[in-house]
Antibody, heavy 117, light 112 residues
Framework: DVQLQESGPDLVKPSQSLSLTCTVTGYSITSGYSWHWIRQFPGNKLEWMGYIHYSGSTNYNPSLKSRISITRDTSKNQFFLQLNSVTTEDTAIYYC??????????WGQGTLVTVSA | DIVLTQSPASLAVSLGQRATISCRASQSVSTSSYSYMHWYQQKPGQPPKLLIKYASNLESGVPARFSGSGSGTDFTLNIHPVEEEDTATYYCQHSWEIPPLTFGAGTKLELK
């Protein structure tokens, strides 16, 4: 079965970069689908951040475009999120997810990242 | 960006009764063949779980008491009969255009 697991620091200082890893098991990220990052703010609003396609192409939320980068390591079946110049408003639960033709059937459990000095 | 407006923000329903949640899109997300609207259930401490895809297609393993309908800009998630385990927050999500993909603000379902 497909499983996704986020990992990374749970505390980041303002102005620094947030870096997270999503490790995928049960399916190769180069075989198909697109692989996404979604975050959920305190108060529960969900925000789509961007994805890396199985071909390696990427697409980002315009609201984050200047700060976000999604990359991958195909040898480890992992993909990564980097968000630069974070502020306290970037405090959220960060999820990685696999999108099929339109919806997200597979999600990681999420990791809470707090931005604080 | 397509804005998804869910209503109500919260509702309380008695066991065995019907819960109806609405999602209105700021523009049509339907073609003649498909409606690019999906529904999720989220319980505390868990990621969202896909319930309904393409407006009315039940995801594998999801109980038949969940159903979805609608097209164009207006969509509905129905739960009938409501069971105790259905207490959760429900979200709609469109996939009409990327970027950006957006979610509704959520509807919290509680039992009376």
């Amino acid at each position: 079965d497909v499983q996704l697991q986020e990992s990374g620091p749970d505390l980041v200082k303002p102005s620094q970069s947030l870096s997270l890893t999503c490790t995928v098991t049960g399916y190769s990220i180069t075989s198909g689908y697109s692989w996404h990052w979604i975050r959920q703010f305190p108060g529960n609003k969900l925000e789509w951040m961007g994805y890396i396609h199985y071909s390696g192409s990427t697409n980002y939320n315009p609201s984050l475009k200047s700060r976000i980068s999604i990359t991958r390591d195909t040898s480890k079946n992992q993909f990564f999120l980097q968000l630069n110049s974070v502020t306290t408003e970037d405090t959220a639960i960060y999820y990685c997810a696999r999108k099929g033709t339109g919806s997200f059937a597979y999600w990681g459990q999420g990791t809470l990242v707090t931005v604080s000095a | 960006d397509i804005v998804l407006t869910q209503s109500p923000a919260s509702l309380a329903v008695s066991l065995g009764q019907r819960a109806t949640i609405s999602c209105r899109a700021s523009q049509s997300v339907s073609t003649s063949s498909y409606s690019y609207m999906h529904w999720y259930q989220q319980k505390p401490g868990q990621p969202p779980k896909l319930l309904i895809k393409y407006a009315s297609n039940l995801e594998s393993g999801v109980p038949a008491r969940f159903s979805g309908s609608g097209s164009g800009t207006d969509f509905t998630l129905n739960i009938h009969p409501v069971e105790e385990e259905d207490t959760a927050t429900y979200y709609c999500q469109h996939s009409w255009e990327i970027p950006p993909l957006t979610f509704g603000a959520g509807t919290k379902l509680e039992l009376k």
